[in-house]
C-alpha cells in the first residue's frame, strides 16, 4: 500500500515538473500598450500627426516578443519626433515613460514641442529660356506668388505643395518640359529656422506643329479640325490644350480625349531655345449605338416608361441621332432628333419631329411637329459655381384639341409657330442636393395661330433661394410669376398656357387641377403666381423631414385669382439624383388631403 502510494505521489510530481518546464519554455508576449499623449498645447492638426504616428508602431507592438519591447519603444519615440518635424517642430523634447496597469503596459507620452519653425529666406532660381530678359516679368510674378514665403510657418505638405504649384505655374503657359532640378531646405532647429531653395529649369519656349490624331474609327477627323483650328507657330497653353479637350469630349462622339504636346523623349530639348512640337490628340470613340430605358414613378402621372435609341455618326456624317417613346397614364410621347456638333461657343443645335398624346384634367391634346433648338451651358468663371443655361427654340404645331363638355370650344385644329427664349442662373453649393445658394430664371415667347392668324406672346420669371439652418437645417422659398397676352378670342397652345397644382408646385391639389375652367375641363390660362416656404431637417446625411406652405393661383387675370393653400409635412431623403420627397399636403380651398412625391430638384 505504501508503496503504490510513493508511485502515486512520484507520478503527480513529474506530471507538475512537465507542465513547469513547458511553461517555461513558452515566450512571454508583449500586448499591444495603451498610449496617452499629453496634448501639451498642440494644435488640433498636429496631434493628429502625432496619433497617427504612434498608432502605426503601437500596431507592431502586438504579439512581439518582450525582447522586442525596447526597440518598439525607441521607433515610438521617432515616430512622435518625425510627426512632429512634419509639422514644423524641429527641436521638441519628446519623453515617453513606460507603466502598466491592469491590461498592460502603457506608454505616457509627454512633448514639449518647442518653437515652430518659420521661413528664413526663400531663393527661387530659374534657369533655361525662361531666365531670358523677355521673361522677367513672369519671373518676378512666380517669386511673388511663391507658396511659402519668408515669415511662414515651414510645414512639410506646404513646401511639397508649393513646389508642386511652381512647377505647374511655369508649365502651364511657354514651358510644357519645365522641371525643378533642385529643391533644398536647411533647418537651423535650435534658431527655429529654415532657409529654402528651388531651381527649376524651364527647357525651350514651346510653339504648337501640326496636328496628330490617333484613335479614330467611325468619327471623321473633321470633328477634330472643327474645334482644333490654328496655324503652326501658335505659342503653348494649357489652358488652351484644356479647351479644345473640353469642346471635343463635349460633342459625345468620344468616351476619352486626351491633348498633350508630343515629347521627344530626347534630352537635348533642354539645351534649345524655342521648339515647335506637334500637338498629339488621342481618342476613344464612344459607342456607335446605345439603348437605354428608365422606369419611374411619381403621384401625378403614375407609372412611367422611356426607351431610348442614340446612334452616333448617322451616313458618315458628324451628326448624334437620337429617338424614343414615353408612355405613363396621361402622357404618350415619340421623338426623333438630329444633333449637330457642339459649336465654338459650346452650344448645341438640334433638329427634330414630335407626336404626343396627352389627356389631363379632362382636356385631350394629340400634337406633330417639327421644330429647332440650341442648348448652351456655360460660366462667365470656370473657378465659380454660378452656372448658366440658355435654350432658344422654333416649333411648328398641329394640335387636335377636345375639351369635355367646354360649350365654347368643346374640339377644334390649332396649327401655330411658336418661339421661345429662356435663361437660366444656377448658383448652389450641390446641383443635386442644394443647402444653400440660389437659383433664377426668366423666359419669353412668341406665337401664331395660323388657323386665326392672331399672335400671342409670353413672359414669366421663377427663383428659388436656399438658406442653410445650423449644421443639417434648410429653409428654402420659392417663386414663380407668367402672364399670357392675346386676344379675347385668340387660342394659344395648351403648353403656352399656365396650369398648376401637384408636386412641386401647390401641394395638397391634383396634378395641374389649378388653371381655367372650360366645361368639365382645365386648361392653361393667362396668368400664374406661385409662392412656397419650406422647413427641412435632417436627422442625418440621408434621412429627415419638412413642413411647408404653399400658395397661389393661375387665373384668367390676376385680380380674378383666389390664391389656393396648401400645408403640410413631408419626409425626405438623400438620393445621388437629389431629394426624394414624400409629402402629405392639405389643400385648404379643396378640404382634401393628398399624398406627393417627386424625385429630384425642379430646375
Not at 103 to 113: A, F, L, Y
Request: glycine share 8%.
Amino acid at each position: 500500500m505504501r508503496t503504490a502510494q510513493v508511485m502515486m505521489w512520484a507520478g503527480i510530481l513529474s506530471l507538475s515538473c512537465t507542465i513547469c518546464v513547458k511553461a517555461a519554455e513558452e515566450p512571454v508576449t508583449n500586448k499591444k500598450p495603451e498610449v496617452v499623449i499629453d496634448p501639451s498645447g498642440l494644435p488640433p492638426d498636429v496631434l493628429t500627426a502625432v496619433n497617427k504616428g504612434v498608432n502605426v508602431i503601437v500596431r507592431q507592438a502586438d504579439d512581439q516578443d518582450a525582447g522586442e519591447a525596447a526597440r518598439i519603444r525607441r521607433k515610438g519615440h521617432e515616430a512622435v519626433v518625425s510627426a512632429l518635424a512634419t509639422k514644423g517642430y524641429f527641436n521638441p523634447v519628446v519623453t515617453l515613460e513606460v507603466g502598466e496597469d491592469i491590461g498592460g503596459d502603457t506608454w505616457d507620452v509627454s512633448i514639449e514641442p518647442g518653437e515652430i519653425s518659420v521661413v528664413q529666406s526663400a531663393n527661387n532660381a530659374f534657369t533655361g529660356r525662361i531666365a531670358d530678359p523677355e521673361y522677367a516679368s513672369r519671373v518676378k510674378q512666380l517669386r511673388d506668388n511663391w507658396k511659402l514665403p519668408v515669415g511662414k510657418n515651414f510645414i512639410n505638405a506646404d513646401w511639397s505643395k508649393a513646389k508642386t504649384d511652381l512647377i505647374d505655374k511655369v508649365q502651364e503657359e511657354d514651358f510644357y518640359f519645365a522641371r525643378m532640378i533642385r529643391s533644398q531646405a536647411v533647418v537651423d532647429p535650435v534658431a527655429s529656422k529654415v532657409d529654402t531653395v528651388t531651381v527649376v529649369d524651364s527647357g525651350p519656349s514651346v510653339t504648337l506643329g501640326h496636328v496628330e490624331v490617333l484613335g479614330l474609327r467611325r468619327v471623321p477627323v473633321s470633328v477634330i479640325n472643327r474645334y482644333i483650328q490654328y496655324e503652326p507657330g501658335l505659342r503653348y497653353t494649357q489652358e488652351q490644350l484644356e479647351e479644345w479637350q473640353s469642346r471635343l469630349q463635349a460633342t459625345n462622339y468620344f468616351r476619352g480625349v486626351f491633348l498633350k504636346v508630343k515629347n521627344p523623349e530626347d534630352e537635348a530639348i533642354y539645351a534649345e531655345r524655342t521648339a515647335q512640337l506637334p500637338l498629339e490628340v488621342k481618342v476613344t470613340e464612344a459607342p456607335a449605338r446605345t439603348i437605354t430605358g428608365s422606369l419611374s414613378v411619381d403621384d401625378s402621372v403614375g407609372i412611367r416608361g422611356e426607351v431610348l435609341y442614340r446612334h452616333n455618326i448617322v451616313w458618315g456624317l458628324p451628326v448624334t441621332m437620337e429617338t424614343g417613346a414615353g408612355v405613363d397614364l396621361d402622357n404618350q410621347r415619340a421623338f426623333l432628333d438630329f444633333y449637330l456638333p457642339p459649336n465654338q461657343n459650346g452650344s448645341v443645335d438640334s433638329f427634330g419631329i414630335m407626336a404626343r398624346h396627352s389627356d389631363i384634367q379632362n382636356e385631350e391634346v394629340t400634337r406633330v411637329g417639327i421644330g429647332w433648338r440650341r442648348k448652351r451651358e456655360f460660366k462667365l468663371d470656370s473657378q465659380s459655381n454660378v452656372e448658366f443655361e440658355n435654350n432658344w427654340a422654333l416649333m411648328a404645331n398641329y394640335d387636335m384639341v377636345k375639351r369635355k363638355n367646354d360649350p365654347v370650344n368643346p374640339e377644334f385644329k390649332l396649327p401655330s409657330l411658336v418661339a421661345t427664349y429662356d435663361i437660366l442662373r444656377r448658383d448652389v453649393d450641390d446641383k443635386y442636393n442644394p443647402r444653400s445658394g440660389n437659383l433664377f430664371a426668366m423666359g419669353v415667347g412668341i406665337g401664331h395661330n395660323l388657323k386665326q392668324r392672331k399672335n400671342f406672346y409670353r413672359a414669366s420669371a421663377r427663383g428659388q433661394l436656399w438658406f442653410p439652418v445650423g449644421k443639417r437645417d434648410i429653409i428654402t422659398v420659392r417663386a414663380e410669376v407668367g402672364h399670357v397676352w392675346a386676344g379675347d378670342n385668340t387660342i394659344f397652345p395648351d403648353d403656352f398656357g399656365y396650369r398648376t397644382g401637384g408636386a412641386r408646385t401647390i401641394r395638397g391639389y391634383k396634378y395641374y387641377g389649378i388653371g381655367e375652367k372650360a366645361g368639365d375641363s382645365i386648361i392653361g390660362t393667362r396668368a400664374l403666381a406661385v409662392a412656397s416656404t419650406e422647413y427641412m431637417h435632417y436627422f442625418d446625411d440621408t434621412f429627415g423631414m419638412g413642413v411647408f406652405v404653399d400658395v397661389g393661383d393661375a387665373a384668367r387675370r390676376f385680380k380674378d385669382m383666389k390664391l389656393k393653400v396648401g400645408t403640410g409635412v413631408g419626409a425626405l431623403i438623400k438620393t445621388p439624383a437629389g431629394p426624394l420627397n414624400l409629402d402629405l399636403a392639405y389643400g385648404h380651398y379643396d378640404k382634401k388631403i393628398r399624398l406627393h412625391f417627386s424625385l429630384g430638384i425642379a430646375f
